[in-house]
């Protein structure tokens, strides 16, 4: 079992950056494959960013690549949403969720096992 805790969310202009981090319990992240998920208000929960266990292969969502860099340390058992250029419509929670299975990067929310709190990124124009 993990347990996840996400921080680094704010209040930022349009086309400012932002770092989320994800510190992860427990001596197995390295056996989890990760991924970042947000929710606005209203809206169903969707996928941003995923990473695979070792960090070598990433993910991202139409509307992250290019603009969004996820990465982890396994050492320090964090992973981290680096999210530059930001636009009114990132404004959302961020969740970080870890997959037990591990095997691949999950781009359903369904599919994962376990899920941080969530910090808030509100963007303003």
């Known amino acids: 079992q993990v347990q996840l805790v996400e921080s680094g969310g704010g209040l930022v202009q349009v086309g400012g950056s932002l770092t989320l981090s994800c510190a992860a319990s427990?001596?197995?992240?390295?056996?989890?494959?990760m991924g970042w998920f947000r929710q606005a208000p209203g809206k169903v929960r969707e996928f941003v960013a995923g990473?695979?266990?070792?960090?070598?292969?990433?993910h991202y969502s139409d509307s992250a690549k290019g603009r969004f860099t996820i990465s982890r340390d396994n050492v320090k058992n964090t992973l981290y949403l680096q999210m530059n250029s930001l636009r009114p419509e990132d404004t959302a929670a961020y969740y970080c969720?870890?997959?037990?299975?591990?095997?691949?990067?999950?781009?359903?929310?369904?599919?994962?096992?376990?899920w941080g709190k969530g910090t808030l990124v509100n963007v303003s124009s």
């Open positions: 969720a870890a997959d037990s299975r591990g095997a691949y990067i999950r781009l359903s929310p369904d599919e994962m096992d376990y």
């Open positions: 427990g001596r197995t992240f390295s056996s989890y494959s």
């Open positions: 990473i695979s266990r070792s960090g070598i292969s990433t």
